[in-house]
């Protein structure tokens, strides 16, 4: 097992949940609590669009962005933040790993991106595309064994490129309980994880780590036994962590 928590810059210590147990808050907080999908979504989409332009910083807009999104709630979070970039007037291109599989919220979420005028790709489109930072929202907390299919060629995509690449809630690719991988993942300069860190992230490979609120009461969270630190998210709606594990962050090998 990984690392049990991190710690802000100013010294809060912040437990870290397995998977399941992220499921079970997500699950608590939509029957129980009463938030939806949408909304938690939104606030994850809204969250990264902000933390791209802070790390873009002079270049913001004119640096072009490409948003690679899979087809379930963490694309949904990438096309949301596509959304937010192209209204702020961004040079955003978004690529979804498989337009004919993307239901329900994700779905909206892409109606409403086309009618922001932003740019729309085909995966076929990858190698014409220039990006000064990619945001890699292709799969989330979720994934089951190797990527395989489209989801593997964005990952690929990604990891033949330099420069500034930033994970939604963990790096594609990784276990977020455990943080090894089973064939390709993302490297990210930056990992923005949504609402508590998962145990998988106290590895080498998430570069920048940064913990976002995404409107979850702290109720929530003690309903599965995590207590959160008082004023977490007093200065905002983003903080950045560091791992809390004795021996530092740790590399996780590949599954043979």
Known sequence: ????????????????????????????????????????????GRNLASLSV????????????VVLAGTGGNGGGGICAARHLANHGGNVTLVVS????????????????????????????????DAELVVDAVLGYGIGGAPHGAAAE??????????????????????????????DFVRPTNTMTLAVPKTGLDTGTVGVLWLADIGIPREVYQRVGVQLPDGLFTPGYRVRLVCDAADGARIHLPRQ
């Open 54 to 65: 802070e790390l873009l910083g002079d270049r913001w807009p004119s640096a072009p962005v």
């Open 1 to 44: 097992m990984t690392g049990g928590s991190f710690r802000t810059l100013t010294g809060l210590v912040v437990p870290a949940i397995t998977t399941e147990q992220m499921r079970e808050v997500d699950r608590i907080a939509v029957e129980e609590v009463g938030l939806n999908l949408y909304q938690m979504m939104e606030n994850a």
């Open 98 to 129: 498989d337009l004919t599989r993307l239901r329900g919220v994700p779905s909206e979420q892409l109606t409403v991106y086309r009618a922001t005028g932003g740019r729309l790709a085909n995966v076929r489109d990858l190698g014409g595309l």
């Open 154 to 183: 964005l990952i690929r995509w990604i990891s033949s490129r330099t420069g500034s690449v930033i994970s939604l809630d963990v790096p594609s690719g990784v276990d977020s309980t455990t943080g090894t991988v089973a064939g």
